[in-house]
């Protein structure tokens, strides 16, 4: 039997020193093509809305962001089925959302959080002009060269891909070749 397990973005918070690089990221590879959201802080005419969280305590600093949960609660506590898996990632499809927080809830590292969305530069209104509100997670850039902005725009190196997959086929060669080399 095999396991196909989901990757994620991981934080270290020795290295990171809440520079918010990251959110900053985010917040423009996913808002470039609909928000004209460009390279220069000038260009935001919308909330900058990330798909990670920041968290800093005295102690610490560090992302927090969705770990694609092979069993999602999120994903289960979906009543609208707004959250779907494709491949190995746990996306949010915002037409779907209607905002009522059961993923908020659901989720166990605090991953998700119910934001405004922009639409052509503007804040995306209901008929009532109240904004809609969504779910919104990490979804690993899941269409964008290059993989997590977030990943890749760390100057600390604070963040890394993890393919669980890769790294449990890692162990368990450096333990098979351990185990062999230990009955010669």
Not at 84 to 95: C, F, L, M
Not at 135 to 142: G, M, N
């Amino acid at each position: 039997m095999t396991n196909k397990y989901s990757c994620y973005v991981l934080a270290d918070p020795n290295k990171c020193t809440g520079c918010k690089a990251c959110e900053l990221a985010c917040f423009a590879e996913h808002n470039k093509s609909n928000n004209g959201v460009g390279y220069t802080v000038g260009t935001v005419t919308i909330p900058v809305t990330p798909k990670l969280y920041l968290t800093k305590t005295k102690a610490y600093c560090m992302p927090i962001q969705c770990r694609h949960c092979e069993d999602a609660p999120c994903l289960n506590a979906c009543q609208k089925h707004a959250i779907y898996r494709e491949n190995s990632q746990v996306i949010v499809d915002q037409e779907k959302c209607i905002g009522c927080k059961d993923c908020v809830l659901a989720c166990p590292f605090g991953a998700i959080a119910i934001l405004p969305i922009g639409e052509k530069g503007k804040l995306k209104l209901q008929k009532d002009r109240e904004v809609v509100k969504v779910a919104s997670k990490c979804d690993l850039c899941k269409d964008i060269e290059g993989g997590p902005a977030c990943v890749r725009v760390c100057p600390n190196d604070a963040l890394e891909l993890v393919d669980a997959n890769a790294d449990i086929e890692a162990k368990n060669i450096k333990t098979a070749e351990g185990l062999y080399v230990s009955r010669i």
